[in-house]
């Protein structure tokens, strides 16, 4: 059965570098700048910079489930050495469970877009600011997974293949 | 450990650890997602606002109530925090290659060298820190002046280039991924496993 995948290349990939890091962009990039649209929106009363949230939440919302295909692919063929098991594991639950946490959050945009377009309830700006420690931390996570523990760089690849790791 | 790694890494500063940085992850990788999220989605936003006229349906079988000028302020407002963000990055890039450990031998997959690779992705990124500004400076014109009361607020030309910078982000990116991936440039366990001790003991 296995003759029939395509091969892996240096870094354990069927394809030239890992991908889920570059899909996570528009998750993190899209995330952190709609809380701070919210903010400034909030403070400043500029009510445009919420429909700049609500598009950017959307983006993420969209991206995220796209982000969480990849890195599942690139999870099972990391092929984790002990050190990097805890982090990937951990990477992976809030990964998930950040995909139900945007797509809700987005979700409650959504109603509250439509209700009252120029308010922001201040639950929803705590809300903003739980899901940004959260990126946060996950960020960190995938981070640790890439450039402490190298997952699918070469010289660790490399390594796991010559059974040295 | 300590002691051996430091007679290795550059002595622009103090206490390095085993990633040839005085801290536990690079900076730089970290800004580029803001960089290229906020400048991928203010163009994909503006390309969105441009269609809007064929569009309409969608988001209404989708019931999702849409306003074209609402569109081009997500283009707007994600362009002009790439191109501050971007000074960022570029300048936590400068800093990470300075401390980089630069290996001789070996090449990447596109043929190059480590040393011309980090050079390329340097020049790449001044290049493009110019571009994301100039793209701003254009933007802000047609929004507020030239294009002030039209509806559709970008030029064609502007999405086009935009395009352009794209292709140009997709082959810095890709430099950028082989400075890391490849050649192992503050890769905590590259580094370890290249001066022969077991990323496991981390």
């Known amino acids: ?165 | 450990m300590m002691d051996s790694l430091i007679s290795v890494a550059p002595l622009l500063f103090a206490d390095a650890g085993a990633n040839n940085l005085p801290y536990r992850i690079p900076i730089h990788p970290n800004l580029v997602h803001l960089t290229l999220g906020l400048f991928i989605v203010a163009i994909a936003f503006d390309i969105v606002g441009a269609l809007f006229p064929l569009e309409k349906p969608v988001f209404k079988f989708l019931a999702i109530p849409a306003v074209r000028s609402n569109l081009f302020d997500v283009g707007w407002y994600n362009m002009v925090a790439a191109a501050i963000i971007t000074f960022f990055t570029v300048a936590a890039g400068f800093y990470e290659m300075l401390t980089a450990y630069i290996p001789k031998s070996a090449t990447s997959s596109w043929g190059l060298g480590a040393m011309d690779t980090a050079i390329w992705h340097g020049l790449g990124g001044v290049l493009i820190l110019a571009l994301i500004v100039a793209m701003t400076v254009w933007r802000g014109f047609q929004r507020y002046l030239w294009r002030q009361d039209r509806a559709m607020q970008v030029q064609w030309s502007y999405l086009l280039a935009g395009l352009g910078i794209f292709a140009l982000m997709f082959a810095q990116g890709t430099l950028g991924a082989h400075l890391g991936g490849e050649f192992g440039l503050h890769v905590t366990a590259d580094q370890m496993l290249r001066l022969g001790s077991d990323p496991n003991t981390l």
């Open chain 1, 1 to 165: 059965m296995f003759e029939y995948l395509p091969e892996l290349n240096e870094h354990n990939l069927p394809y030239p570098d890992t991908i889920h890091p570059i899909v996570v962009h528009f998750v993190i990039a899209m995330v952190l700048f709609a809380v701070l649209c919210d903010a400034i929106g909030y403070f400043t009363k500029n009510t445009r910079l919420y429909e700049v949230s609500w598009w950017n939440m959307s983006f993420a919302t969209v991206s995220i489930f796209i982000a969480i295909i990849f890195g599942q692919i690139e999870a099972g063929l990391a092929d984790p050495y002990p050190a990097a098991v805890g982090d990937l594991n951990l990477h992976t639950l809030i990964g998930w469970s950040l995909s139900g946490i945007i797509a809700a959050i987005t979700g409650w945009r959504y109603i509250i877009r439509t209700r009252t377009p120029q308010h922001l309830p201040l639950a929803y700006l705590g809300l903003d600011g739980l899901l940004t420690a959260i990126v946060l931390f996950q960020i960190y996570l995938g981070d640790k997974l890439v450039w402490v523990y190298g997952l699918h760089s070469e010289p660790v690849v490399e390594a796991l293949r010559g059974g040295a790791l």
